[in-house]
């Protein structure tokens, strides 16, 4: 193929939380590169998975859920989608058909169809598995009111892979005609070290109930690969409160141990080598709130 028919370019897929983006991502990607849990704004940060074929690369930029919160965090996460947003150069707008079409769905699909931003939309709706056909049609009749200049509206289910095919013709239609931004064997942009935190941090949520998820975040202070060919890490488990840290540890340390051997398994599978994971509990108080450790985590508002 030549150069100028080669498709490349940067897809942001946004929407509220716990649509699917994250889900829709790895599925295309073929290796989880973002986590996924059931607790909403799971997704804290820019993340970036790279599709590429014989005539095409896609990149992905799966951003935090939009949504309001009187935390530094949440300011951040917000301000970080609607810039990949800006940077982008196709809108994937994604949405859950399952649940109804909210005031607060509504107002973020208008935001971007004012016509502030240029780059071409597709709205994606997720979950069409769990719908029947009678129900799709007036959900979209419903967008293409709101959104008469989106470029196309697709109904898929990211967790199945139906009709993602057509998503990635229909995103890679719109990229520019350009060169690879990257190597092809890349999937993402992450280092080993983001993904450790990454996957520990998926565990905790998926372990943990109510307010402690989110009041949660993970430090990886050493990520050495040894001679043997193991990887030796030691993370850090930020809690927002003293209270929280027992109920994270558990009796007898049971609760640590699950959440570690859960984490040490996804990232054998992910890295395909032998790894060694030590986790801590520290106390942090308002961690969420302070700019600066925000910052040392990776969720300044970039």
Not at 61 to 69: F, N, S
Not at 212 to 237: H, L, N, S, Y
Request: with cysteine.
């Amino acid at each position: 193929m030549s150069e100028t028919t080669f498709h490349c370019g940067t897809v942001a897929l946004l929407g509220r939380p716990n649509v699917g983006k994250s889900t829709l991502m790895n599925h295309v990607i073929g290796a989880k590169v973002a986590i996924v849990t059931p607790k909403p704004q799971t997704t804290r940060h820019r993340i970036l998975g790279i599709y590429s074929d014989d005539d095409r690369q896609i990149v992905f930029v799966d951003t935090p859920g939009i949504h309001k919160g009187d935390k530094q965090l949440n300011r951040n996460m917000v301000r970080v989608a609607y810039a990949a947003a800006e940077e982008a150069d196709v809108l994937a707008i994604m949405q859950d058909v399952t649940q109804p079409l909210d005031s607060a769905t509504r107002a973020l699909i208008e935001r971007f169809a004012d016509g502030r931003l240029k780059q071409p939309r597709i709205h994606v709706l997720n979950k069409v598995d769990a719908v029947n056909k009678e129900a799709l049609l007036p959900r979209l009749a419903q967008m293409q009111q709101l959104d008469p200049g989106a470029s196309a509206f697709i109904p898929v289910s990211a967790r199945k892979g139906v009709q993602l095919h057509m998503l990635l013709d229909e995103i890679a239609r719109l990229l520019p005609e350009q060169p690879p931004m990257y190597e092809p064997d890349w999937f993402t942009d992450q280092s080993q070290r983001q993904l450790a935190a990454e996957y520990v941090r998926e565990q905790v949520f998926l372990g943990m109930q109510q307010e402690i998820p989110f009041q949660t975040a993970v430090e990886v202070e050493r990520f050495e690969e040894c001679a043997d060919g193991t990887v030796e890490i030691d993370a850090v488990i930020l809690v927002g409160s003293e209270r929280h840290k027992p109920m994270l540890i558990g009796k007898g340390g049971f609760r640590m141990k699950e959440i570690g051997t859960r984490a040490r398994l996804g990232l054998e599978k992910l890295l395909d080598c032998r790894i060694h994971l030590n986790l801590w509990v520290k106390v942090d108080p308002d961690w969420f709130n302070h700019p600066g450790k925000l910052a040392d985590l990776g969720l300044g508002a970039e």
